[in-house]
């Protein structure tokens, strides 16, 4: 389950349990910034997982219904709920600490860190800038490699104490 981004210059490949299990860098330029790297690195992922994803058959054809007319009365809010919402979007605003289940794997050169959500999925990836200037194509893609196998065997640990 592999997919390149559309600019071809990353491919992840995805296990059957979805995890990645690995990432071949072709073209190392464009990926040079960080934040680039991991816009293409979500975009393959996003594209491997919709790719492999099999298509339901469609639900046999209902009768048509008409929709029922529903009347509703918009209320202006409370004051109670201004401020309950004014609440939300301070915490939300709050600079994010992280969970205590993430779980984060390092490259063996300690360049590359992947942070795994509880939930599962793609995670965060962070590089090194300096070394991702310098690095060639092949190296990325191990080191990512590396990065998603140690994170994934943490979690693996974690699950299993």
């Known amino acids: ?37 991991e816009e293409a690195f979500a975009a393959a992922y996003a594209e491997a997982l919709t790719r492999e994803v099999p298509v339901a058959t469609p639900a ?25 919402h004014e609440v939300r979007v301070r915490d939300h605003l709050q600079p994010r600490r992280p969970h205590p289940r993430e779980q984060s794997g390092v490259s063996d050169n300690q360049c590359v860190r992947v942070v795994l959500p509880p939930t599962g999925g793609r995670g965060r990836l962070e590089v090194d800038p300096g070394w991702l200037q310098q690095t060639n194509g092949t190296r990325l893609g191990a080191a990512i490699t590396e990065a998603y196998a140690a994170a994934y065997a943490g979690a693996d640990r974690r699950r299993d104490s």
Do not use: N, Y
Request: positive net charge.
């Open 60 to 84: 046999p054809s209902l009768p048509t219904l008409r929709p029922k007319r529903v009347v509703l009365t918009v209320r202006p809010p409370t004051q109670a709920v201004l401020d309950r």
């Open 1 to 37: 389950m592999s997919h390149p981004t559309d600019d071809g210059a990353l491919t992840v490949t995805l296990g059957a349990d979805l995890r990645v299990t690995g990432v071949q860098v072709h073209v190392v330029e464009p990926l040079r910034d960080p934040a680039r790297l």
